[in-house]
């Protein structure tokens, strides 16, 4: 079956990088996303990218895809205070469309 | 701005008792979700529904648990009878085929 998997802490210093790494086991995965959820809110997408790419840029993030070894990180540049939050790895296949999330990498900003 | 929108955001009720949790899809979303969020387990798929069709409920128990979409503009899931394990964050999220999901705020449940 489908299965995401993520670690679930990350400590990182205001102004480093950050990067949250993910794996997956389905093979037919079409789309892979990353989304953030702040305290008290629901979740936001913050990017994703088709399967046939090997990577995305977006600002301060970027996303590198390994479909070979099923492995999807984010990395986010300059990180601030205001990027504490947890990020869910969630994929996706065409034939059912049902979105699998990982259990979310709690991201912790020290000053 | 299109959102999902999720009713009540918090309900505290007693063991034993029904609840209801309503979510709203965006308008011309044909995929609606809902997701269950404890400390333990994460986020869960407990059902979702395509063109308002269940697609897949296995993960929600049978015995307590039931979601239907009475129109396209309506998700609903009930407990009954309601127990402390159910206490969680439920999320609904709606999307259309080949997109991001969308999330409402999700819906807070304390079963005392």
């Known amino acids: 079956g489908e299965d995401v998997e993520q670690s679930l802490f990350l400590s990182v210093r205001e102004g480093d990088s950050s990067v949250i790494n993910c794996t997956y086991t389905d093979s037919s995965s079409t789309y892979l996303y990353w989304y953030k959820q702040e305290p008290g809110a629901g979740l936001q997408l913050l990017t994703y990218?088709?399967?046939?790419?090997d990577m995305k840029q977006d600002q301060r993030l970027t996303v590198l895809l390994n479909k070979k070894d099923k492995h999807l990180s984010l990395r986010i540049a300059d990180t601030q205070t205001g990027d504490s939050a947890i990020y869910f790895c969630?994929?996706?296949?065409?034939?059912?469309?049902?979105?699998?999330f990982g259990k979310g990498t709690r991201l912790h900003i020290l000053p | 701005d299109a959102r999902v929108t999720q009713t009540p955001r918090h309900k505290v009720t007693e063991m034993g008792q029904e609840v209801t949790m309503r979510c709203q899809p965006i308008?011309?979303?044909?995929?609606v979700f809902w997701y269950r969020q404890t400390m333990m387990q994460g986020l869960e798929l407990l059902a979702y529904f395509r063109n308002r069709a269940p697609l897949d409920d296995s993960g929600m128990p049978k015995d307590r648990f039931s979601a239907e979409m009475p129109d396209a503009t309506l998700a609903t899931l009930k407990i009954q009878p309601s127990e402390p394990r159910d206490s969680a964050v439920y999320f609904c999220?709606?999307?259309?085929?080949?997109?991001?999901?969308?999330f409402g705020q999700g819906t807070r449940l304390t079963v005392v």
């Open positions: 969630a994929e996706t296949a065409n034939r059912d469309d049902k979105i699998i």
């Open positions: 999220a709606s999307k259309r085929l080949n997109t991001e999901a969308f």
């Open positions: 990218i088709f399967s046939n790419m």
């Open positions: 308008l011309g979303h044909n995929t």
